[in-house]
């Protein structure tokens, strides 16, 4: 009884008031993770610059050799290779072949079509003076369109070509007859040499110690052939005026005003803001 008693006496626990009513479920509204697109645009530019600070050298020169590669074999030199195949195709026809038609495309000095003066750069006298200018077309060739691209390239060879015989069908006798392609490989060198010189004093110095001895051996090899009476004769004057021609190209290409990234961008912000 005395125990019974005692339990009887104990206190019973309360309910927690904690958990007694349940508590109401209010709606609280989370703030919108929305950003404009000027700061998300500088938040993005942050977490690039963060991402480039952490990059080791080793993953950044990869990188960057990386897009070299694809940049390079997206100007990968065709025009070249086309100019090659278009004088040997020429070539084929007119000496293998011997279709007459090709002997349309000489530059008659004493009643030239307008296209002969262009047509007769892509003809040779023979296979010493094809492969002789062939040669150097290649060699020039080949720098300007990796410079300048393949549109420069065509432009550069047909104006120093059709310059040059221009130039010679207005000084050589009437009874001469001109074809080769040394007006253009001239235009080309001079071209490939000016696109790449500097101011810096060891390009200079380079040019001048390289430059006699490369304008040597182009003058004894690179051919230009004119037909006077019965003689095959080097057309001397082709060269020269070929060089002057490729020189007049490139100063006037550098003359031309080029509108700057600054500049696009600007006129491109100002287009939008009309149109708004």
């Known amino acids: 009884m005395a125990a019974q008693q005692l339990l009887l006496l104990l206190p019973l ?13 209010l709606p609280i509204p989370l703030p919108a993770l929305r950003l404009s697109s000027s700061a ?26 990386l897009a070299k590669d694809k940049q390079w074999q997206g100007r990968r030199p065709n025009g070249i290779f086309w100019i090659l195949l278009l004088n040997v195709g020429i070539y084929v026809a007119d000496h293998l072949f011997q279709i007459e038609h090709i002997k349309a495309m000489y530059l008659y000095h004493a009643f ?4 002969q003066f262009v047509t007769s750069t892509f003809c040779h006298a023979n296979w010493n003076h094809l492969s002789s200018n062939l040669f150097f077309v290649y060699i020039f060739g080949k720098l300007v369109e990796e410079e300048e691209g ?3 390239l065509w432009m550069s060879y047909i104006l120093t070509g059709a310059g040059s015989n221009l130039i010679s069908w207005l000084v050589l006798p009437t009874s001469s007859v001109s074809l ?13 040499v000016l696109v790449k010189m500097s101011w810096d004093w060891r390009k200079i110095l380079e040019v ?24 095959l004769q080097v057309n001397n004057i082709a060269h020269l005026s070929g060089a002057l021609i490729g020189a007049a190209l490139v100063f006037l290409i550098n003359r031309i005003p080029f509108p700057s990234d600054g500049d ?13």
């Open 13 to 25: 626990p309360l309910p927690s008031r904690t958990f007694s009513k349940p508590l109401p479920s």
């Open 40 to 65: 998300y645009a500088a938040r993005r530019r942050d977490l690039l610059r963060s991402l480039r600070c952490g990059m080791r050298r080793s993953d950044l020169v990869a990188d960057l050799e």
């Open 112 to 115: 030239p079509s307008w296209f």
């Open 150 to 152: 393949s549109f420069a």
């Open 180 to 192: 080769g392609a040394s007006g253009a490989v001239f235009g080309l060198f001079t071209i490939s």
């Open 208 to 231: 001048l110690i390289l430059g006699q001895f490369v304008v040597d051996k182009v003058m004894e090899a690179a051919r230009a052939t004119t037909v006077t009476g019965h003689s």
């Open 264 to 276: 696009s961008s600007k006129s491109s912000k100002d287009t939008r803001e009309k149109r708004s």
